[in-house]
């Protein structure tokens, strides 16, 4: 198996079981994409700077859910800072941007290949800046 089929496996893995759906009260924001029909609401628990627990909820294309499941699983339990360069990186990546610190991105890097197709760009995005709203609105208990 190659890498690409690799990252497809993953996607697909991710879209059609997806981790840490379903919202359990925290600060959120919900997003739509009018386009193609992609929803989805991010909540974060965050507490002293770190961000505890990160959950989705909504329906769409497997780029958009995958993205929601991978980044809820990825940014669970950092600091908020860890959290922010890890975004950073995500947008650089889909972008195109080939210059990335792997390592920080882990199962996201999955979805490197949206860079080639500027029309899912938003699908792949839009959980991420879901949560880039609930950070930004700093809700901390």
Known sequence: MNLDQ???SLITDHAKNPRRKGLKGYPSCHLRNPS???EITIEALVEKGKVREVNHDGHGCSI??????ILCELTSGKSKEEVDKIIHEYYKMI??????DEELLEDALAL????????????????WKALEEVLGENHES
Not at 64 to 69: D, G, T
Not at 115 to 126: E, H, N
């Open 95 to 100: 972008q195109g941007d080939e210059n990335l």
């Open 112 to 127: 490197h290949g949206v860079a080639q197709f500027p029309a899912r760009t938003k699908c792949a995005t839009i959980s």
């Open 36 to 38: 193609c029909g992609d």
């Open 6 to 8: 690799l990252y497809r």
């Open 64 to 69: 958009c859910c995958a993205s929601a499941s």
